[in-house]
């Protein structure tokens, strides 16, 4: 590995960390609604950097404002990047100011980038003898390295010399500028020659040598044995100008002239009252405390980031780190290889209060998958891993799998062993294969997270250590390589797999003993956390584990006629265009709308572009004919691929029926979501829609019972707003769409006509949503200002959800986050930017998580007491199959239909107690359409 000398010039690409730490961390604002995400994350950075290199000269490089050079030799050099987001460049100015009060010197130069600055810095530095060390993520830089010019990517300290850039690129830095210039840069839209990809690039730059060697030799090119060897000549001849361009497009310029020279960039000491000031306006609290203690760059050890009111609890223990990313000591983790040791962490285990536990597996389906190993944890840094079926192993050096897991099984199925996990949703089904059933779930770190923020980012270990420990751990690609010659974990060299899954339980482990203490201040999200999220792993993992049955006639069937479908739609939709198209190509879409049937955009892409979205594209069908044929074509090819034509593929061969994976941690408000099949996706308002759900069968004997929560949201909406008319038509079990109509329109419930009815349900709806009056006149079709007048009498005539809006906006902004009944948290960083549209979507969400969440809290706690019931009988005539949005889909035996109808219906109303009443309906058939 490449070694950093001592005191290198350290040249920093200022630009490169501006948009990781934007895109890094959360979108953090003070209290006055000003966003500090990227200033906290650039500081954070820089502040590592010097802390361990601790160096006298540095030099931080930013972008100038404006053109540069390479925009003349190429006009569409970089432009299909958006523009800079608003609260991104609010901050610049700020943290210039704050990098040069830190005592850094700030290079900004006209005209070039950059990388050309510090390219000319580097090279000037170097010919004076001094060593060079440049902080950037950007793979163009690679060109600059030598024997004395290295680069580090702070984001995962990677270290490139010259035998690493050869290493990870297959051509040595020489030729970084070539290598761009074949194959292009995305990021930058350097075309490169096309038809060659990296691969490409290489076996052109190992076999002849750089561009001009290339050019010079094209008849050599047919000789070499990559793949289509024997064309590339000819492309290669047809692109040469574009080739060369990109090679002057990629070059980074190293004659800058510059107002410094390398001797000049030293660095100074902080000027303490401008930062302090800075940081009390931007309120980075730990720091102004360090500054004030003189600490700031003396590289303190902080403890637990504690929550402080009115701040998201992690999203400030992201914005709090402040140490250089550290790594876990390994001193005390063993690889269990023989009898005695197994024996010895077998009576650890049984003595321990509580163990961090995790399985390593060959697949990640918990059907098919086979253990390879586990690993334990029982103190912070004392973890072990035993493995039971790595390939290269005999027999006599691991232990077997399957004594290991019958004396394991008694540990395992304790319900008083107490557990602690990440995900271990997945550990459960896995065991599941062997017989076992994981009891003992006390803690899954993945779910404490979640409960402490669901917004605050990532829920998965390597995100979760980083924030939380301040360690990046090795992650699985790191052992296993990528793509489609990624080993599984049974392949992986022993001590590498040993390594990496001690550090799971110990991570785990150590993860847990950080965020508990922190949630068990917060009595609303630690109630979710042990009487909503934790109860709910076991029961979604038998959910999966019982799959759902597919009749793949019905699917063959449907997909043949939706392909009949899209082929006359194609032909139609050629026909409004005038000449064939391909539907699928925003960009030849663009050119039909907006060039040649001359319609006006509506909106633009982040590019520039005249956009084609699906939102779009419903406000143009309402006018012209070819967008609303667009439309269809998409959603049926959607349901098509994703449904008629991958729902057999996707049946289990083990159990012949289909898993979905259901997720808890994805989605803000608490909703459950699911994947592989996405069953929430599949519409049911539309004909489609429902025949895709005529292939969800019974098998014999059994009928599908689907219970659906009624208008459950408004229901909410009623109980929180405490409004007397909403509240009174529920407890008169009143259509509420129709009861809303006749007090909006001023009828009697009798003469609502069916036309009022759906205004009326719009209007319910909308308003759940936070939807404008222009919201409203597009979904009515309506005029804007009739629009408003609806609302506004409905406003009248329910006073209690207009006050309770206003006072969710007003509790929002003082506290941060809004809460389910239940006591679930949305935060809402946005609630106090100055960016307008993003406060009022902030507003919006304030106004639906609490319904939104309570529902996703009432149909949990309705699974979880259902599972309980279903574990309690003797004989199993009902099966949980599904949850889908509101609603719960059973497999019932024929002939327990009433009584389990019966009695799911009396266990979901009573999940909950509101101040209206709950209601159910189900329904049963021999398919999800007929219940449901």
């Excluded at 987001?85 to 005592?103: F, N, S, W, Y």
């Excluded at 003189?294 to 637990?304: A, C, E, N, P, R």
């Excluded at 098919?368 to 005999?394: C, Q, R």
């Amino acid at each position: 590995m490449a070694q950093i000398a001592e005191n290198p010039l350290i040249l920093v690409d200022g630009s490169s960390y501006l948009y990781r730490a934007y895109h890094a961390f959360p979108p953090l604002t003070n209290s006055a609604g000003e966003p500090t995400g990227a200033m906290y994350g650039v500081l954070n950075m820089l502040r590592s950097l010097l802390l361990q290199y601790k160096p006298s000269h540095v030099a931080v490089v930013f972008d100038a404002k404006g053109k540069t050079f390479r925009d003349e030799l190429f006009e569409e050099y970089k432009s299909h990047r958006p523009p800079m987001p608003d609260d991104l460049r609010a901050q610049i100015e700020p943290l210039h100011t704050m990098v040069k009060a830190m005592g850094l010197p700030l290079l900004a130069v006209s005209g070039v980038e950059a990388d050309d600055v510090i390219g000319t810095l580097a090279l000037a530095a170097e010919k004076m003898g001094k060593p060079v060390l440049i902080s950037t993520g950007d793979k163009d830089m690679a060109q600059l390295v030598t024997p004395n010019i290295t680069l580090i990517n702070t984001m995962n300290n990677a270290i490139l010399g010259p035998e690493e850039v050869v290493e990870k690129y297959g051509i040595p830095p020489s030729l970084i500028i070539d290598f761009l210039a074949l194959m292009g840069d995305s990021s930058d839209n350097i075309p490169g020659v096309p038809g060659v990809g990296e691969k490409t690039a290489q076996a052109l730059l190992q076999g002849l040598g750089g561009i001009k060697d290339i050019y010079a030799n094209l008849d050599s090119v047919a000789g070499l044995t990559f793949r289509g060897a024997k064309t590339m000549a000819a492309k290669l001849e047809k692109n040469k100008e574009m080739a060369l361009l990109s090679y002057q497009l990629a070059t980074i310029k190293t004659d800058v002239e510059l107002d410094r020279t390398c001797d000049q960039l030293t660095v100074n000491e902080p000027a303490t009252e401008e930062l302090l000031a800075l940081f009390k306006q931007y309120e980075f609290r730990r720091w102004i405390a360090d500054l004030e203690d003189g600490k700031w760059l003396q590289g303190k050890v902080g403890g637990t980031s504690s929550q402080k009111a009115k701040a998201a609890p992690a999203a400030e223990a992201t914005a709090d780190e402040e140490q250089p990313v550290s790594v876990l000591s390994s001193d005390g983790y063993v690889t269990i290889l023989d009898e005695e040791t197994f024996e010895s962490w077998l009576q650890k285990l049984q003595r321990s209060e509580l163990f961090a536990f995790d399985l390593e597996t060959d697949s990640l389906d918990t059907l098919s998958a086979n253990i390879v190993g586990l690993s334990f944890a029982i103190a912070p840094g004392e973890a072990a891993y035993l493995p039971v079926a790595h390939d290269y192993l005999d027999a006599p050096d691991q232990l077997d799998r399957s004594s290991v897991l019958s004396r394991l099984k008694p540990l395992l199925e304790d319900n008083n062993a107490l557990k602690v996990g990440q995900n271990l949703k997945y550990d459960r089904g896995v065991l599941k294969n062997y017989d076992i059933e994981l009891k003992g779930i006390r803690f899954d770190t993945m779910l404490e997270s979640y409960a402490l923020n669901s917004v605050a980012g990532r829920h998965d270990m390597d995100t979760l250590a980083l924030r939380w420990l301040n360690h990046k751990t090795v992650t699985f690609e790191e052992i296993a390589g990528k793509g489609k010659n990624q080993l599984t974990f049974n392949q992986i060299a022993l001590e590498q797999a040993a390594h990496y899954a001690a550090e799971d339980a110990d991570v785990t482990l150590q993860l847990h003993l950080k965020m508990w203490p922190e949630l068990e201040k917060e009595q609303g999200p630690r109630a979710v956390f042990d009487q909503v999220e934790m109860p709910l792993v076991p029961v979604i993992s038998r959910i999966e584990r019982n799959g759902v049955l597919i009749d793949q006639s019905i699917l063959a069937a449907h997909s043949k006629e939706l392909g009949t479908r899209l082929a006359e739609l194609e032909l139609r939709a050629h026909e409004l265009a005038g000449e064939p198209f391909n539907l699928s190509s925003p960009k030849q879409l663009q050119t039909i709308l907006f060039e040649k049937q001359g319609i006006k955009p509506t909106k633009k892409t982040p590019g520039g572009a005249p956009s084609t979205s699906e939102e779009v594209l419903a406000e143009l069908a309402l006018d012209y004919p070819l967008p609303k044929v667009i439309l269809e074509h998409r959603g049926l090819s959607k349901l098509k691929s994703t449904y008629t034509d991958k729902l057999p593929q996707m049946i289990n061969p083990l159990s012949g029926r289909v898993h979905t994976s259901y997720h808890q941690t994805v989605t803000a408000t608490g909703r459950l979501s699911s994947s592989d099949p996405n069953l929430q996706n599949i519409p049911v308002r539309n004909d489609e829609g429902r025949r895709i759900r005529q292939a969800f069968i019974a098998p014999k004997g059994h009928v599908i019972v689907a219970a659906d929560y009624s208008q459950i949201e408004l229901r909410i909406m009623a109980h929180l707003s405490q409004d007397k008319g909403l509240l009174t038509a529920f407890a008169n079990e009143q259509d509420i769409h129709r009861a809303t109509a006749a007090e909006v329109f001023g009828v009697s419930l009798d003469s609502v006509s069916g036309e009022q009815r759906r205004s009326a349900k719009a209007i319910n709806f909308g308003l759940i949503y936070g939807m404008s009056a222009f919201g409203l006149s597009r979904q009515l079709n309506i005029g804007a200002g009739e629009a408003k007048k609806y609302m506004d009498l409905y406003f009248e005539r329910y006073p209690g959800v207009l006050q309770y809006m206003e006072s969710t906006r007003e509790q929002a902004a003082e506290k941060g986050y809004v809460a389910t009944l239940d006591g679930r948290r949305l935060y809402l960083p946005d609630i106090k930017a100055s960016n307008v549209m993003r406060r009022k979507a902030a507003e919006r969400a304030a106004i639906n998580a609490p319904m939104q969440g309570t529902a996703a809290d009432i149909i949990k706690r309705a699974m979880i007491a259902v599972d309980e019931w279903l574990l309690q009988q003797a004989d199993p005539a009902v099966k949980m199959i599904m949850q889908v949005h509101d609603e719960l889909v059973f497999e019932v035996r024929a002939d327990a239909v009433d009584a389990a109808s019966d009695k799911i219906r009396q266990l979901m109303e009573s999940s909950m107690k509101l101040d209206v009443p709950l209601r159910v309906d189900v329904g049963v058939g021999d398919n999800w359409d007929q219940a449901h």
